[in-house]
């Protein structure tokens, strides 16, 4: 059973950068797909963005396309979401989720993932 672990959450100004990283239990993590998503408080889980299990293909949502950019290290089992120009809405709970047969586009769509991390937490201020 892989285990996802989120890290680099915390509290920055509005307009800073913050970078996640997601990393993972078991070197099998190179086959897989990851998504990332957050959550506010009484809110739904929402889609944030995803990359292949090769690091070749991304999506992104709307909501922070041209701010965030997510990519893969296979060789650290890892998965980074960089985020810049953070805005005080982008505050939430952000986690990754990992499945083996995961293509980005799908992620985005609601595709069930197999496994998750707990996630970290992100506070923009503004």
């Known amino acids: 059973q892989i285990q996802l672990a989120e890290s680099g959450g915390g509290l920055v100004q509005a307009g800073g950068s913050l970078r996640l990283s997601c990393t993972a239990s078991?070197?099998?993590?190179?086959?897989?797909?990851v998504g990332w998503f957050r959550q506010r408080p009484g809110e739904e889980r929402e889609f944030v963005a995803s990359v292949s299990w090769s690091g070749n293909s991304t999506y992104y949502s709307d909501s922070v396309k041209g701010r965030f950019t997510t990519f893969k290290d296979n060789a650290k089992n890892a998965v980074y979401l960089e985020m810049n120009n953070l805005k005080p809405e982008d505050t939430a709970v952000y986690l990754c989720a990992a499945d083996a047969t995961a293509h980005p586009v799908a992620v985005a769509r609601g595709k069930t993932m197999d496994h998750w991390g707990k996630g970290t937490q992100v506070t923009v201020s503004s």
């Open positions: 078991e070197h099998t993590f190179s086959r897989y797909g």
